[in-house]
């Protein structure tokens, strides 16, 4: 009871795993799939939550061997200092380009939809303040605040797909296929980076109940891909295929297609909380886990003077893109192409040593 | 914890100077209730804008409630010339002293001139536009919207967005009103296989509107073609049909209650029947859905044949000559009567549609299950083939109740 | 020299800070300037002499901690400027570093301090024009710095006082003489100043006769007590026992007793609870503590005789949590009570009240109850580790101790629970929790505490379940209204209209086409009235308490509305938050809530949702890094750890069977699985399961 040390529990790890990989959900991810598979886009994320399961299960054959260590200190001790430092670097670049992009994407989203006169500096400031402080009080405090706000996150967005049933127009899955199954899968496969996300249970793990790896993990992945599957879904189902194709932020589209009488519509202010409070938790995530990135791979102990750092960083990305298209551009072709093939790469890259050097036992006393 | 919350204050006192951008009152905006598009006199289009006047809505703040002339109330009109309907909204604040705000706007009012010539690339773009609302109408008027708008006086409220409102809304309970509203208008344009129909309104007609007192279907009108006295200006029946954003015709009642029984959003009306044993009298029923039409398509020789069956069932409200009808043995020549009826209609409609070139039955929608991708779906070219597609329709009517009366004596 | 002078200075100033005291905080200077004659002469005369004795007998002082204080003399004399010849400081320097540890001489500078204290005490007390009004300055100037010119002025008062301190603290050793006794405890009680002090002498009626000395503070004792079970058994009847003993042929008390003190602690005083002193400090803390001390000359013991005859008040319904089902009882002003009533509600063995003494008051102010077979040893060494760790000279209250004791003081919420309900207390400690009461205080503290635990009312389990959880979630919704509502009033209103449904949005638009301020300073100043409005109803004199009511419903109500100040619906809003708030069953919590509506206001008002949200956010985040006593704020809900179902709504009794995880109590099981033995076909077997 009095301990001190930071832990994260199950539940808490599940929570901020499955949020950290879906909050994009809210954003513009999926915009691309209607364009690749049509009217079959909601197969996609399936596709890609077993690309996740995989590569979650890749990441966590290798983290079990190395209980109590994170991913960089773990690829320090298979692969040296250099080799590691280049992988921490794409571990950052995932980190601090995804929390950018996720930044500039949130906070365009409220210009678009909320405060459309506000200027985006301070819409961005905003965010950026409420993720570097909770970011800053440590993984514990950002999981718990994920745990605790998850109760308002899942009945807002329950609710909201409650109140879109009656708009569902289910013809649209027909032609059951879309683009086809070739296209749906390379759509799924090449796509997989959404899932790069995973990357976090490799930095959380020694604050993990020992053993309960495997769990935090698939289920975490598997609790993102409903969701992820559940969105597609429902906007699929709203705005049927050709026209849902057209939208920039289908979530907050069905939010403003809720009607239910003379009273309520025009609600999408109700469903405000779920995209900012998942944004949040996002850069709250993506902010900690590089500044402990960093620390691991400076050898620090506390990862807290990186916080406002990256946060500086992370702003200072956000703004890079000169306008929303590109910025929806950027995270497709960057983020969610490709990066959990890199991710997979370097896990493999990683194991293949550990079999290679265990086999002249020199890790083993360490690792068990 | 000493940090982090001078981080807050800090925060808090950099953002402060940085102002509230998007603060403002509501009694600083300007609300939109509806929109009106004619065709211009001196520019491109006519935007109409009607704004409501909150201090003669709200009760008991002063100012005495709208029941007076014309356009004197609860609401004004500003009819602007301007190339674009967004660039009306910017000009409309070099007319009025309040901000114009979309977000409340309910109508979307098109004047059946602009809308034969195509308006496609008025509404499709505003739905970019973040106050823009999939939700309002789409209505057609006959005659020009800035009229339609100006004079569409609300006679039981104040409150003129509640009077656009709940004049839609009769989709609920009547056949004759459509149900698409913008979303559904958009998202039936944008899809092979369906097309959209939308509200079709007028100012009430002044001149007779029928020459003779034969006896008329009360589903052969449409708005415009009301014979009435009385009540409020504007009246809404019927439909207007739509294919890539072109208006095509438009549908009376009887033939909207037939489009909206296919799209599944027919909720009931009243049919009135006339007696199969004396023919001057009539037997009222209400028809409901009984379940979802079923539709079968099958492709043969390249062009489709549809089979459908629709599944209806209702009450009698009313029988005229007494006749017992309700008598089991009789039920059953009055479902076929009440079939036959409906029958006509719906091959009016199917014969309608097949002329207009318009699937706005949504016959597409059951063809797209045959095909097992979308591009294949696309090259068969369904609104090609739909006009020349074999139809049959059959109609399934049950009585279920007799209302309050079971038999009648006849009248001494 | 001035050099060495400043060394010297610097290297006694240096000395590592004691424990404070009374006499350092320099408090009680002040009621003394008034009686004291303070005369340049008299006062240089006195501190002549405070000096003088420790003067005379430098070696006698005991170690380091008299270096301090030695440093402090100095320092007084040396501030007096040059009016001590031949005074270097350097010898005191020198001096103060000395070490001499030994009780005799610790004793010895007692008594001799004593000696010298009783002097000044003795002094003539008459008023001073010149003197007050100087006193006055420089109480008001300077009062804390180490050379204030108060302490300047009445340094022999000031070396007088710290010497009685010493002694106290040094735990002096009595006097077998019992005139030095009375002079020690003359000067130690201010007697002929202080009337409350009494030191009664008496004759013990044995043969021979013994001298003794009863020493009781009037007023808190109970003089019937006194009489019949002390005075009457020594001085009438103390021979009887010992002539009878003696008439019976028996050999006599000689035998069954040590000496005569023994004998009268054994069978002369008639008492019920009896404890022996050897040094002044306890005889001190007893006898201010409401027993009476008796001397016996010869001894140099005290006889510590349990006369405690406080007035306090009796116990009354609870004022702050009323509840209408359940116990009417709530706690007093007085400890021992408090510890019974909670005694009277968990009667177990296991049931522990451990007193500590906290600060430097007095004992036996504050004690902790917990079960010691249910609280886990981490929690209640924690809970003992803080509060001993706590020094100061006023801390008699629950308020000021939490302050001293809680997790993180910067933030709002409240990290002890505070109640007035025995029954609350009970449960906590039957929860594995730990109850803190202080003495004078009604209010107890139960640690850890959580977020749930503020949002509690006792009235909660003791109605049924179904309806405890509907009361529950009515209050929840209180707290979501009393923090937000006037927030998202100021956010939907300015920021996102499109949200109103149109009716209202045109209704609230016409309404408020009169009223000319914007919403924000609407809302501000209709909320700040009502805090007004709030404050004042507490503080204002229950005779007029009515008048205020009808201000501020005039206030509120329809004068602001009538007069264009403030739209309608900002009526509903304000009274809405305000019941909301109401609804908070925790006080401090509510004040909390109270606060931090503004601050959301703010956020509001300046980008809409978003500011809330965010600061909701941050707002979280901080909550859930919050620890109470180790045990984290929000538990169980984050983190999430296996409770009953009882923290946010309330689960049916008979599923209540574990204790919450997060205290980590040595025993899990509240009740057994099977709590209703009735529901069985075998009768009672539920009762048996459990442990």
Redesign the interface.
Known sequence: MMRQQTVIGVSEAVTILFIFISAKTFLSYGRQFFHESYNAAWMVPLVQTFVGLAGVLLLVTLLQKFPGRNLVEIGEELAGPYINGLFALFYLTVFILGAALTLRGVSERVEAGYLPNTPISMVVLFFAVGAVVVGYLGPEAVSRTARFLLGVLLVTTMVLIALTVPLWRFHTLYPLWGSGPLEILKSGLTSSGDFVQILLLGIIYPFLPGGKIKQVGVWGVAIAGFFMFTYIWTSLLVFTYPAVSELALPSFEISRMVNIGRFGQRVEVLFMPVSIFANLIFLSVSLYAAASVLCSLCKLRDYRPFVPAMAVLVQTVAFIPQNVPQLIYWNEAYLSKYSLGALAGILLVLLLITRFKGKGGVIDEKST | ?????S??LL??L???P?G????????E?A?V?ALGLDKGRQNVLTVTAVI?V??????G???QPASGGGGQGGFITVSLETETLLSALELLNAVMDRKA?L??N?WFVFSRELAEEGIGKYFAPI?RF??F???SSVIVCQGRAEEFLAKGQPKLED?V??YY??MH?GWRYTEFIPFDNF?HF??KS????IEPVAVLAALERKSPVYETDAPKTMGRYQAGRIPREGGGNIEIMGGAVFRAGKMLGTLNGDQVGVQKMFNGTFNRTIVDLPDPEHPDQYIILEVEPRQAPEVRVQISDGYPRITASLKLEGDIISIQSGVNYTRPERLPDLERAVEEALLENVNNTVAKSQELGADFL?FG??A??L???????EAYKWEEKYPLAEVTVNVDYRIRRSGLLHEMEPLQ | MSWLRKLAKYLLYQKPEEPSTTFMAGIEDRPVKDVRQPGAKGAKGAGDKSAGWREDAPGAEPGTREGKKRGRTARARKARGGKKTGETPAPDAVESGHPDTGDNGSEATGQRGMQNGDDVAKQPVAGGKNGNNAAGQAVAGEKNEADSAVREKYAGQVAENQAIEEMLRAKTKLAYDLEENRRVLTAIFRVPRNKDAVLRTLTIGTDPPFRALLVFIDGVVNSQVQNLAILQPLMLFSDLKAQAEKQNGQNGSAGRYKDFFDRVKEALVPNNQVAVADNYQKVVNDVLGGNSALFIDGFNQALLLETKGWHFRSISPPQVEAVIRGPQEAFTEQIRINTSLVRKIIQRPALVTEFIKIGDVSPMQCAIMYMADLANPDLVGEVKRRLESVRGDYLQETGLLEQMIEDSPLHLMPQVLTTERPDRVAAGIMEGKVAVLVNGNPFVMVVPCTFFDLMQSPEDAYIRWPLGTFIRIIRYVGLFLALLLPAHYVAITAFHQEFIPTDLLLAMTGAREKVPFPSIVEILIMEASFELIREAGIRIPGTVGTTLGIVGALILGQAAVAANIVSPILIIVVAVTAIGSFAIPNYSFSLSVRVLRFVYIFLASLSGLLGILVGFFIHVGFMVSLRSFGVPFMVPAAPVTGTSANYFVRGPVWQQETRPDYVDPLQRRYQPEVSRGWLRPGGRKGVKGRK
């Open positions: 914890m000493k940090k982090a919350l981080a807050i925060a808090v950099l953002l402060s940085a509230c951008y998007d603060y403002s009152e509501p009694d905006k609300w209730m409501a909150p201090k003669n809505i709200a009760g703040g002063g100012g705000d977000s409340h309910k739905a973040y106050q609302r999939r939700t409150n967005g509640k409102e709940l809304r979303h958009y998202i944008s899809s092979p296989g949504g929608l059951h797209k299950k095909f097992r991708t979308w591009p294949e779906w």
